[in-house]
């Protein structure tokens, strides 16, 4: 079972972009949705997640720039990202974790910036 991701493109640096995630209703008792990303030569790192009640962690390269949010109705979440800087370019993984503590991972979505 996969998370299916949508949303990635090319964007020139201080442009937006939205991407989603929709976890297959398959999947229940989802208690955490968030976003990694991976750069060419980096490792995958977080960028942003949301428990269920609404808390949310970002790192801090993104803090004031990207918003992470979900819409538990349609097992979507969503990360809108602005301010985008050649740096976020990367693969975009969005990831979901239940209660039972199993991970679901999407495709991943590439995110190209440039200068």
């Known amino acids: 079972v996969q998370l299916q991701a949508s949303g990635g493109g090319l964007v020139q640096a201080g442009g937006s972009l939205r991407v989603s995630c929709v976890a297959p209703?398959?999947?229940?008792?989802?208690?955490?949705m968030g976003w990694h990303r991976q750069a060419p030569g980096k490792q995958r790192e977080l960028v942003a997640s949301?428990?269920?009640?609404?808390?949310?962690h970002y790192a801090d390269s993104v803090k004031g720039r990207f918003t992470v949010s979900r819409d538990d109705a349609k097992n979507t979440v969503y990360l809108q990202m602005d301010n985008l800087k050649p740096e976020d370019t990367a693969v975009y993984y969005c990831?979901?974790?239940?209660?039972?503590?199993?991970?679901?991972w999407g495709q991943g979505t590439l995110v190209t910036v440039s200068s």
């Open positions: 209703g398959s999947i229940f008792s989802i208690s955490a």
């Open positions: 990831h979901a974790k239940t209660v039972f503590l199993r991970d679901y």
């Open positions: 949301i428990i269920s009640g609404g808390g949310t």
